[in-house]
């Protein structure tokens, strides 16, 4: 640990500047009157403009990707070392709030901005990354900056087109990117030493807690899946209700089932019935079809796949006694990501120090961090959210929150870029 720290006056200087800043970047919107921005937009290009001018001022080296992302350096004292990877993403969904993503760019460079004021070098170098695309509203497919940086692109991503026809190789001309040159963004495995995210929770656990922030366990994993009961539909009139092989009967004795059987699995799982087509869906017809979606998500995997299971498992038994069928195909399959255990220790430590506690939690939305795994160690913050709520307009979160947010992400960085060593192999290790 170092022997100095950001004072309570800085912070609150600090997350004064970030909620403006956020409000700036609000204003950088594809639609009147609302938050959109989108991957390569014009107005994607206009919040990396003003980002990195921001980074400029704080002391750091400024560079566009060839995917997109704008990223920043502040050197450190060994230039040998692997740098600490700080950051988030910079698009947003349609008609969104000001505070997801871009919060934690801001207080990145916040946090770089207080070390160049004060003439400050960490033994490791600092980049910080506004990610291009996280949440894929463009172009269907997510996490396009991170991946970047990994040099994970599958090949078919820059054929994939929006609502008007643009692929994503005409939009990175478009641009000013040469599709070509996508693998440059490739970062080496030794550039980094760990990966530190502080977003907002986007839900409602913290604030439960009276907790201002929390360490992130996992985010978590996701199976999607089609599910179908094949009955028989029939006179609502004349066939009698022994007789009957209704679909939606089965499907509602299931569903009403699915909450109790998911609680009994933990806390942390959660099971979401989406969508409910009833066929053929008249008023005088018993239901012969039943077709809805599942959506089942958990920190841990194989707990994740024994839930879809036990899920599963339920809808066939319920089917077969009534003598109907069942069937379920998965469309979307992304396992846990689970947060190093040594930075969660270390974020613990600082949330200790600044705020006399360290809630943990899982994250139940995605995030960069996720691509990143694979590469680096991971680790996130969480920040309470008024009533959880997210990709909305009425998303907030409280400046004195963000301020004692700027202390333990500042106290958890400068122990990390502290650590003797090579830090990235020790926590690869552990």
């Known amino acids: 640990m170092t022997d100095y720290g950001m004072p309570e006056p800085s912070a609150a ?3 004064r500047r970030i909620m403006e800043r956020c409000d700036i970047l609000a204003g950088i919107s594809e639609t ?3 938050l959109t921005r989108t991957y390569l937009s014009r107005e994607h290009l206009l919040a990396n403009r003003q980002v990195g001018e921001w980074m400029r001022s704080a ?3 400024v560079w566009q990707d060839s995917v997109g992302n704008i990223c920043g350096r502040y050197e450190g004292q060994q230039q040998d070392l692997p740098a600490i990877l700080l950051g988030s993403h910079l698009d947003t969904v349609r008609n969104a709030g000001r505070y997801d993503g871009m919060l934690g760019v801001l207080a990145a ?3 770089v901005y207080f070390l160049h004021q004060r003439q400050l070098r960490l033994p490791r170098a600092i980049e910080v990354i506004g990610f291009a695309d996280e949440e894929g509203t463009r172009f269907g497919i997510a996490l396009l900056g991170s991946r970047g940086i990994t040099g994970t692109w ?3 991503w820059l054929g994939r087109k929006d609502e008007e026809g643009i692929d994503v190789a005409q939009a990175m001309t478009r641009a000013g990117l ?7 963004a490739k970062r080496d495995a030794n550039a980094f030493a760990a990966y530190l995210e502080l977003h907002i929770e986007q839900g409602p656990c913290l604030e439960q807690a009276g907790a201002a922030l929390g360490v992130v366990t996992a985010i978590n994993g996701a199976r999607r899946l089609n599910c179908r009961f094949a009955g028989v539909a029939g006179h609502a009139g004349t066939v009698p ?6 679909a939606l009967s089965a499907a509602a004795r299931w569903i009403a089932q699915i909450d109790d059987l998911t609680v009994a699995r933990g806390p942390q799982m959660v099971a979401t019935v989406g969508t409910l087509q009833c066929l053929p869906g008249a008023v005088n017809v018993i239901p012969g079809e039943v077709n809805l979606t599942l959506d089942v998500r958990g920190p841990d995997s194989e707990e994740l796949q024994g839930l879809v299971t036990a899920l599963l498992g339920l809808a066939g038994t319920i089917a077969s006694r009534r003598g109907i069928g069942f069937s379920a195909e998965e469309f979307y399959h992304i396992g846990a990501t689970p947060c190093d255990a040594i930075l969660q220790a270390k974020l613990a430590e600082s949330l200790c120090r600044i705020q006399g506690s360290s809630p943990r939690l899982p994250s139940g939305a995605g995030h960069d961090a996720i691509a990143l795994a694979a590469c680096w160690p991971v680790g996130m913050l969480f920040i309470r959210c008024r009533r959880g709520i997210s990709h909305h307009p009425d ?7 963000v301020a004692v947010a700027l202390r333990a992400y500042f106290d958890a960085v400068s122990a990390l870029t502290s650590t003797a060593g090579d830090i990235g192999v020790s926590l690869k290790a552990g």
């Open 178 to 184: 040469d599709p070509a040159l996508i693998l440059q």
């Open 32 to 34: 009147p009157g609302q």
């Open 241 to 246: 209700m022994p007789l009957r092989k209704d």
């Open 395 to 401: 998303e907030w979160v409280a400046e004195a929150d």
């Open 59 to 61: 002391g750091m080296r």
């Open 13 to 15: 200087a600090g997350a």
């Open 109 to 111: 460079i916040e946090l």
């Open 154 to 156: 599958p090949p078919d």
